[in-house]
């Protein structure tokens, strides 16, 4: 299933959610889900690893896309170090063994931010150390717990990218809005996203408009996303099913 939550709304209420489900989440959420599904798996990044490699070309796109972030991202510098990137990722069996040509320009700038990324002993040791976590896909149900506070910005975009791509069934995300990108609309058009923002501020235009196509539960949101959401339920501004609707949008 699809579903937006805004503001305030309690975000544990998808806990009707069957099992087959990934939930990134670092705190009540995780907790509130790991004692509704008894059988539901614990990621923990300073416990466990999995090796992503080799990927298909799909996944290696879009990791690429991660790992080289917004900065830079019409240079042809980067376009040609994702291109480089993608290749090495489809082509070899551990992360730490990336292997190209040192003369060529887009490989070394593809190594250098392999180099990058490899220096976070976390982001190291879940994802070059013997695999101890498995996805079995469509079977089975876990809660990531991804700290965002502990591991900081960048390790908790990654990993929780990460754990997005090598999952096939339902997605819950209660901060969408940090680790949303481009290509995460591929959720929205296979059905299987349940997302939480505090305001729709946080997703960028095109995602944006694929959310509000979802499912929607608005409360203690802004007035202006609650005047968003209302012109989506087709009320006509300034009426009084209009106001009615702001209104109960903006309540927490």
């Known amino acids: 299933m699809n579903k937006l939550i805004i503001g305030l709304a309690d975000k544990t209420a998808d806990l009707n959610t069957k099992p087959g489900f990934l939930l990134i989440d670092d705190g009540p959420i995780a907790d509130a889900f790991l004692a509704r599904f008894k059988r539901a798996k614990e990621f923990n990044p300073k416990a466990h690893s ?18 080289f972030g917004d900065e830079g991202k019409d240079t042809l510098t980067v376009r040609n170090g994702k291109r480089s990137l993608t290749r090495m990722l ?8 990336l292997d190209g040509d040192k003369k060529n320009d887009a490989d070394k700038e593809a190594l250098a931010i392999v180099d990058d990324l490899l220096l976070s002993p976390v982001l190291r040791d879940v994802l070059c150390k013997a695999t101890n976590f498995s996805f079995r896909e469509g079977r089975s149900s876990i809660v990531a717990r991804i700290n965002r506070a502990e ?48 305001t729709l501020s946080e997703l960028n235009p095109k995602m944006r408009q694929m959310c509000l196509l979802m499912e929607t539960e608005a409360a203690g949101c802004t007035y202006e996303d609650a005047e968003v959401l209302a012109k989506y339920e087709g009320h006509v501004p300034n009426t009084n099913a209009f106001n009615a609707f702001v209104q109960g949008a903006m309540t927490a």
């Open 50 to 67: 999995f090796n992503p490699l080799p990927m298909e070309y799909r996944k290696a796109r879009q990791f690429a896309s991660i790992v």
């Open 90 to 97: 489809m082509e070899t069996k551990n992360l730490d063994a």
């Open 151 to 198: 591991l900081g910005d960048y390790d908790a975009r990654i990993l929780g990218s990460l754990l997005i791509s090598q999952f096939k069934g339902q997605i819950i995300v209660p901060d969408f809005g940090f680790y949303a990108r481009d290509f995460h609309t591929s959720l929205i058009r296979e059905n299987r996203l349940i997302a939480g923002v505090y």
